[in-house]
């Protein structure tokens, strides 16, 4: 069994989660997009069939799919406790928890955001914090009035994150924060301790072609890359193996030191278990080309 394979057995028998990419990474450039390395992503309000925490366990360890990243809305909030014993209960490692920040104020997450912070902190969950701002929080600022309000309020967060043992994930949802250039200019301003990003392809067709050369950049700071179908200029969400460009890109990561996990997005709105499936068959299609 890979050391990867047991790592993340152990781990998932707990939701005391450790969360940086050094003290999880795979063994070779071949087991990086191996089912164990899988993290499912934009599974929760995606989901037409509404399943609850214990079915959503259930059929992440039927898939063989280990690690969960969670991304919520409001009306998931109650049932945050039911996930975690659920997700324990089926040895599903909660990788990482989604924050939406629209709120303008530096230490104050918005009244959902903190409502699911207090329930981390009485449920001692260790995870990554995946995050990302609204428009409107960078609204008429200039760049550097942009990156200097980001700045105060990551810095911040990473206060609270690493009192609770977190790690912090700028994600790249578009607009000028979602700009990996201008998030590694954050880390260049505040480091990299307990710091990192998350890439995700269906916000980067624009960036199809820049691919290479940010990851080139981004490698050291990665978090987790997020997978999708990819057509330059095309639909946001393509499942995997229906674009054209996403081989390249696949290729790109292999060739590259990047050695995190991989997410596979459920993001439509039917069964993401059906949406799941069609993914992993895409993805299988894919490895089998890489050179």
């Known amino acids: ?20 990419i050094e003290n999880r990474p ?5 087991s990086l ?25 259930a059929m992440l360890q039927e898939l063989g799919i280990s690690q969960l990243a969670y991304d919520w809305r409001q009306q998931h909030l109650p049932t945050f406790e039911a996930e975690l014993e659920a997700l324990k209960k089926h040895n599903i490692d909660l990788r990482a928890v989604w924050f939406w920040i629209d ?6 997450l918005g009244e959902d955001n903190e409502t699911l912070w207090d329930k981390m902190v009485a449920n001692e969950v260790r995870t990554e914090c995946w995050f990302s701002f609204s428009p409107q929080y960078f609204e008429g600022l200039s760049d550097e009035e942009k990156r200097q309000r980001a700045i105060r309020f990551i810095a911040d967060f990473r206060k609270r994150a690493k009192q609770q043992n977190c790690t912090l994930g700028m994600y790249n949802h578009g607009d000028w924060f979602g700009n990996p250039i201008n998030q590694l200019a954050i880390i260049d301003s505040l ?71 991989i997410g596979i997005i459920g993001h439509q709105d039917r069964d993401v278990k059906e949406v799941l499936v069609q993914n ?8 089998a080309e890489l050179k």
Request: glycine share 8%.
């Open 1 to 20: 069994m890979k050391v990867f394979s047991i790592v993340s057995i152990v781990l998932g028998l707990s939701v005391l989660i450790s969360c940086s």
């Open 26 to 30: 795979v063994t070779n450039s071949h």
């Open 33 to 57: 997009f191996d089912q164990s390395n899988l993290i499912a992503w934009c599974i929760v309000p995606f989901d037409s069939e509404e399943r609850s925490p214990e079915e959503r366990a």
């Open 103 to 108: 709120q303008d104020s530096v230490g104050y």
């Open 191 to 261: 480091g990299s301790d307990h710091l990192g990003m998350v890439y995700n392809f269906h916000h980067a067709h624009h960036e199809i072609n820049e691919f290479p050369a940010l990851l080139e950049k981004m490698q050291d700071h990665l978090l987790c890359i997020n997978l999708n179908g990819m057509v330059e200029g095309g639909e946001k969400i393509v499942a995997l193996g229906e674009g054209d460009r996403e081989l390249e890109m696949l290729q790109a990561i292999q060739n590259s030191n990047y050695r995190g996990p």
């Open 280 to 287: 992993l068959r895409g993805l299988n299609q894919l490895k």
